[in-house]
C-alpha cells in the first residue's frame, strides 16, 4: 500500500497539536518534519525542541528531513528528541556512511536525500547502507512548489535496490490529487504531501482522498 505522509511544514504553527490529531485520526501513519536552517536552504522552520514537543503528543512514525549544513552536528539532538527516522541530504554530508552509521547506533532510521539536480551516482554508492531513500521532487526550501516530473527517473533507478535492500522510496515535493499517478507509477512507496493536506480547508479529508487515490 503507497502512503501519503503529511508534512507539518504547511500546517498552522500556531496549533501542531490539533493539526497533528487531525491527519492522525484520519490514518496517517508518519509525519514528515522539515528542518531548515536559512544557509543550505533559503527558509528558516524548526528545531529540535519542536520535534521532541511533538513526540509527547502523538505516535506517528516521526520523519525528520534534515535541509540543514553540518548535519552532523545536530543528529544526535533530533535522534534524542524523538526522530524515529532522520534524513540527511547527499549534498551535505561530508562522511555518509559514517553519518548514517550514528544515526542508526543512536536507535533511529537512517534516511538518505538526494536534490533535483544531483544525479542518481551520487547515493548509488550508500544504498546498501539505508533504511529510507528520500527523492526531492522540488527544489528543498518551500512548500507549494510544482512537481519536478523529471526527479521521478530516480525512483525507477532506486526501485532494483530498495526490493534488494529492503527500504521504502519516498518523494517530497508537488504532490497532488493530479501529479500523484505518475509518482506511484514510477514505483513510489511514500509520498510526502504538505500543501495537499494542510493546505486544505479540511486536511482528514484532503489525506484520506489523497491515500485512497494513490492506491486506486
Ligand atoms: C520542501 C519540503 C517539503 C514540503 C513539501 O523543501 O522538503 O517536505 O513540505 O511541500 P508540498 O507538498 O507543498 O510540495
Ligand atoms: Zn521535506
Do not use: C, W
Not at 186 to 194: E, I
Request: hydrophobic share 45%.
Amino acid at each position: 500500500m503507497v502512503q501519503i505522509v503529511p508534512s507539518l511544514l504547511s500546517a498552522n504553527f500556531a496549533n501542531l497539536e490539533q493539526q497533528i490529531h487531525l491527519v492522525e485520526t484520519a490514518g496517517a501513519k508518519r509525519l514528515h518534519i522539515d528542518v531548515m536552517d536559512g544557509h543550505f536552504v533559503p527558509n528558516i522552520t524548526i528545531g529540535p525542541l519542536v520535534v521532541s514537543a511533538i513526540r509527547k503528543i502523538t505516535t506517528l512514525h516521526l520523519e525528520t528531513h534534515l535541509m540543514i549544513e553540518n548535519p552532523e552536528n545536530y543528529i544526535p539532538q533530533f535522534v534524542s528528541a524523538g526522530s524515529d527516522t532522520v534524513i540527511i541530504h547527499v549534498e551535505t554530508t561530508k562522511d555518509i556512511p559514517g553519518e548514517l552509521k550514528r544515526i542508526r547506533s543512536l536507535g533511529a532510521r537512517a534516511g538518505l536525500v538526494i536534490n533535483p539536480p544531483t544525479p542518481f551516482t551520487s547515493v548509488e554508492p550508500f544504498l546498501s547502507m539505508i533504511n529510507h531513500l528520500l527523492i526531492m521532487t522540488v527544489n528543498p526550501g518551500f512548500g507549494g512548489q510544482k512537481m519536478i516530473q523529471s526527479a521521478l527517473e530516480k525512483v525507477r533507478l532506486a526501485k532494483s535496490a530498495a526490493q534488494k535492500y529492503g527500504f521504502p522510496i519516498e518523494i517530497d515535493g508537488g504532490v497532488n490529487l493530479v501529479t500523484l499517478a505518475s509518482a506511484v507509477s514510477a514505483g513510489t512507496d511514500l509520498l510526502v504531501a504538505g500543501n495537499a493536506v494542510f493546505g486544505e480547508s479540511d486536511p482528514a479529508l484532503a489525506f484520506m482522498d489523497l491515500e485512497r487515490r494513490a492506491n486506486a
